[in-house]
């Protein structure tokens, strides 16, 4: 360790190992746990062992503490790195003490991901104008499928409009039919859910109670009938959500007979 321009042999205990960490650090209560005094004194820092001999020392650069290490033994206990050109320090916002600072190189892909899935442009933008300090890419050929992660955060869908100006000509062209429930309270006949049929011209709404969806098939034939005897004419389409209860086979085939084409709406976008 250098201290006052000589080098000075100390011994770090309890150090952890991180063969992939650009940067080593040194925690201040670890220190002050292993009877070390640390001062800070203006923009320097120093360390005193227990025998009050100054051990290691540092300047502040980018609101860091940078100290210049060297190890002394095989690379592979290496623990810290000697600082070899201490003006070219990188700008953290967190405060730690410091003595490594190296480039990191990995593929653009990567930079992806570690950047929140930054666009492609805009990484090597930061690499090429020099916005992050020692920042490098190896491989600036994009995949050449899209980001899955990318598609499913950041897709979006067009507004979905609470009034609609168009509407069928005809009563009885298209009826929208969606079923609500399970309700937080059963009724006092058993009830849990309800089905509504509403005609998109008049806006006359039908609705009937049901204990399961098992019973849309019954009501949904019962308003059919009833509706096309009252008016006289036919139902030409039912839009519904997609639900099981009507796309079971016998609703389907009821349909189907009776010449109804049914419209499938998008999910919870009346």
Not at 105 to 123: D, F, I, Y
Not at 241 to 252: I, R
């Amino acid at each position: 360790m250098n201290t006052k321009g000589k080098w000075v042999t100390s011994v770090l205990q309890d150090v952890l190992y991180v063969p992939d960490l650009s940067t080593n650090l040194l925690s201040v209560s670890h220190l002050a746990h292993h009877s070390t005094e640390v001062c800070f004194i203006g923009e320097a820092c120093y360390v005193y062992d227990k025998g009050k001999s100054l051990i290691l020392e540092g300047k502040l650069r980018n609101n860091l503490y940078v100290m210049q290490m060297c190890p002394n033994g095989p690379i592979t206990a290496k623990v810290v790195t000697i600082i070899l050109n201490p003006e070219n320090a990188f700008k953290p916002s967190a405060h730690a003490l410091t003595t490594q600072l190296t480039s990191s190189t990995s593929s653009l892909n990567l930079w992806h991901r570690c950047l929140g899935h930054l666009h492609h442009n805009a990484v090597t933008c930061m690499a090429d104008e020099g916005l992050m300090t020692s920042m490098m890419i190896s491989d600036r050929e994009p995949h050449a499928q899209p980001c899955e992660l990318c598609l499913k955060g950041k897709q979006t869908h067009k507004k979905i409009h609470k009034t609609t100006s168009t509407c069928s000509e005809h009563v009885l062209g298209h009826i929208f039919s969606n079923v609500c429930g399970p309700l937080p309270t059963q009724s006092h006949r058993g009830y849990k859910y309800f089905v509504t049929f509403t005609d998109d011209k008049s806006r006359w709404v039908g609705i009937a109670p049901l204990k399961g969806k098992s019973e849309v098939r019954h009501h949904l034939k019962a308003f059919i009938t009833k509706a096309e005897l009252e008016t006289g004419l036919k139902v030409k389409a039912l839009c519904s959500d997609g639900g099981g209860e009507y796309m079971a086979k016998h609703v389907q085939q009821y349909l189907k007979d009776h010449g109804i084409t049914h419209k499938m709406m998008t999910a919870d976008t009346p």
